[in-house]
């Protein structure tokens, strides 16, 4: 649990600065928007299913987290929005990264109150 909490409040404090550095807003609709997809992809695919189940191979999550990413920069470049410049792309992989570690972190959390509930119902 601590070290789940400390890996939130870190990579808080590391977005905050990276945004700051590369002067991206992130209070708008865009911006979380983009910052959720990428989080929750890197959460479930990264994370989940290739770190901690080991049910994915990393070199098949990669790929389907490019398809996914190149498919939301395609739909923003037919609404005529273009994120695609090099401080974008670097904040992209942290936010990829940060969902993946935190992720990783919090599956066992989740099996943990699982047990404890199906010990409950016994």
């Keep these: 649990m601590k070290i789940l909490a400390a890996s939130i409040v870190i990579g ?3 977005l905050f ?3 700051a550095a590369l002067k991206i807003e992130n209070l708008n609709q865009e911006m979380l928007i983009h910052n959720t997809l ?3 992809t890197g ?3 990264l994370g989940i299913r290739v770190w901690y189940k080991r049910s994915l ?3 098949l999550a990669l790929y389907i987290i490019l398809a996914l990413l190149l498919t939301d920069s395609i739909m ?3 609404r005529e929005i273009n994120n695609f410049r090099l401080e974008m ?3 992209d992989s942290f936010m990829v990264l940060w969902g993946a570690v935190i992720g990783y972190f919090y599956t066992p959390r989740i099996k ?3 047990r404890c509930q199906s010990a409950l119902k016994r």
């Design 112 to 114: 943990k109150t699982s």
């Design 17 to 19: 600065f990276l945004d």
């Design 38 to 40: 990428r989080f929750f």
């Design 89 to 91: 792309l670097f904040h």
């Design 76 to 78: 923003d470049f037919l």
């Design 43 to 45: 959460f479930f695919i």
């Design 57 to 59: 191979k990393l070199g």
């Design 12 to 14: 808080l404090i590391m």
